[in-house]
């Protein structure tokens, strides 16, 4: 789950690490109250009015302006609120249809008094899976695209491995400040920081916080001025509060309907449905599709349970996409006996009826594999039956061609 940069900010203010004060704005009005207590409250002279969606790059596409007064801060926001911001990471790119900004993050300038006394930094957390072990990421090549830092100057991306049974070491704090050509009170707060930075990414279970840019004052002052933080699902048991933070209208809406199914989801760009039970079997399921030559529409588990409810859920879902010529089924009957499955499906596409256009494939293996094979053949519905892989990837073959 992703979380908006005021959000992931205030989220690491709790573990105490320092950051760029901000105050959200749903329009002009709230933009300019929050410009005047910025003021107030930090003796903020200029402020910036930062567009809040998921998604990095906003300065390229106009979402980030700096405001000098209370005039241009109307301006800018009322520009910012409401447009269709597209950044190199919005769906499409800058050529994509954008995402719309809802609301904007009002901040302090931490630049001034004096920006040429400014250093930016690059620093991330997250898991190194191959190493079966978290990782620290920094550089000090700050405010820019790391992956380009990383293309054409690598020697200046560093890593630092974090031993699980051990813990984030001082001499790693030590080494990551000196790495990063700091010293005195600027060092002494680097290593604060990231301490902090870590305990952030363990507490809240997260899979990824990215700081960029991570900003020395000229009075040697270590803040977050960004903030991308991804939790990981799995673990919002464990943080009600942190699961209350989801932002459904930055999410694909019919993703957030099969979610409240108990259905997951994934839209992608094929030609072939799938509907499959276990995140292994669908993946197995998409290389199947491939290999048959078509090209899978999306990713979805129906889980433990594929009752004629949840099925025909998943079979309105799939079929929204006008670009799904075929659904293939591909059930392991483990948990989930498979002629109760093979019911769901006929009891499902009768509640249908006409709705259901394109060709079904259903392969059923597992626990009464044969009995509901023979439910799907007598039905009398256009559903082809499979038993084996390659049968379902030859059916696939033979519809999509």
């Known amino acids: 789950m992703n979380l908006h940069e005021y959000q992931g900010k205030n989220l690491l203010k709790s573990y105490g690490v320092a950051i760029q004060e901000g105050i959200v704005a ?36 106009g979402g980030v302006k700096l405001a000098k007064n209370e005039a241009e801060v109307k301006e800018h926001a009322g520009n910012i609120i409401g447009m269709m911001l597209k950044t190199p990471q919005t769906p499409g790119g800058l050529d994509g249809e954008g995402k719309l900004v809802r609301k904007v993050l009002v901040a302090e300038d931490v630049y001034a008094p004096d920006f040429d006394a400014c250093k930016e930094y690059y620093i991330s957390v997250l898991m190194d899976r191959g190493r079966k072990c978290n990782v620290i990421i920094y550089s000090t090549e700050g405010g820019m695209d790391i992956e380009e830092v990383a293309e054409k100057t690598p020697e200046l991306v560093h890593k630092e491995y974090i031993d699980p049974t051990l813990g984030l070491q001082g001499f790693q704090l030590r080494k990551i400040a000196f790495n990063l050509g700091l010293s005195g009170q600027a060092f002494k707060e680097m290593t604060k920081f990231i301490s902090n930075l870590y305990k952030a990414f363990l507490g809240s279970d997260a899979s990824m916080f990215e700081i960029n840019p991570c900003l020395k004052t000229g009075d040697d002052r270590i803040v977050a001025v960004d903030c991308k933080v991804d939790l990981d699902d799995n673990a919002l048991y464990r943080h009600k509060d942190l699961a209350e933070l989801r932002d459904t209208d930055e999410e694909d809406p019919t993703e957030v309907e099969a979610k409240s199914y108990g259905l997951s989801y994934v839209n992608l760009d094929g030609n072939v449905g799938c509907m499959v039970n276990g995140a292994g079997l669908a993946m197995a399921t998409m290389d199947i599709i491939k290999l048959s030559g078509g090209e899978p529409a999306n990713f ?11 099925v025909e859920q998943a079979f309105r879902i799939i079929l929204r996409d ?80």
């Open 300 to 310: 979805l588990d129906v889980g433990g349970t594929a009752d004629a409810a949840r």
């Open 322 to 401: 006008p670009n799904v010529k075929a659904i293939l089924i591909n059930i392991f009957g483990g948990i989930v006996r498979c002629d109760r499955v093979a019911n769901g499906v006929v009891d499902a596409y009768k509640n249908m009826g006409d709705a259901i256009t394109v060709p079904i494939i259903v392969r059923l293996q597992g626990t009464n594999a044969d009995i509901a094979k023979t439910i799907i053949d007598e039905s009398g519905l256009e559903v082809h039956s499979a038993i084996q892989l390659q049968e379902a990837a030859d059916l696939v073959a033979k519809v999509v061609a």
């Open 26 to 61: 749903h329009n002009v009005d709230e933009a300019v109250e929050a410009f005047k207590t910025l003021q107030k409250d930090y003796n903020s002279e200029f402020c910036v009015i930062k567009a809040q969606i998921h998604a990095g790059g906003r300065g390229k596409g």
